[in-house]
């Protein structure tokens, strides 16, 4: 079965610290773009990061740009999302997502969100 598996959601107070980790099954992140995608009530879907295959590229939204850091471990099948200094408007779910084919670059996987794979999500809460 294919499936991508968010964990690391949680409530923290601002200015706190928070680390994602998505984990894939039944497929090799090797081959995929990667991202990270949030979605607050009422609001559409960000995308918030995005790793090329190789962890060569990166993109951040403006909103997170120099507190959040993106990397993955192809080794071990995984995608981390590192969010620092949180704020209360980075409440929101938090889905992970996987590109295949389609990938082209960072910067369109976080716009265009046309992904192959997504987790179940998980919820961060900032708040105090």
């Known amino acids: 079965q294919l499936q991508l598996v968010e964990s690391g959601g949680g409530l923290v107070q601002p200015g706190g610290s928070l680390r994602l980790s998505c984990a894939a099954s039944?497929?090799?992140?090797?081959?995929?773009?990667m991202g990270w995608f949030r979605q607050a009530p009422g609001k559409e879907r960000e995308g918030v990061s995005c790793i090329s295959r190789t962890g060569i590229s990166t993109h951040y939204s403006d909103s997170v740009k120099g507190r959040f850091t993106i990397s993955r471990d192809n080794a071990k099948n995984t995608v981390y999302l590192q969010m620092n200094s949180l704020k209360p408007e980075d409440t929101a779910v938090y889905y992970c997502?996987?590109?295949?084919?389609?990938?082209?670059?960072?910067?369109?996987?976080?716009?265009?969100?046309?992904?192959?794979?997504w987790g179940q999500g998980t919820q961060v809460t900032v708040s105090s």
């Open positions: 039944g497929f090799t992140l090797n081959y995929y773009g």
């Open positions: 997502a996987a590109q295949g084919p389609r990938f082209t670059t960072v910067q369109d996987m976080c716009l265009n969100s046309r992904n192959d794979y």
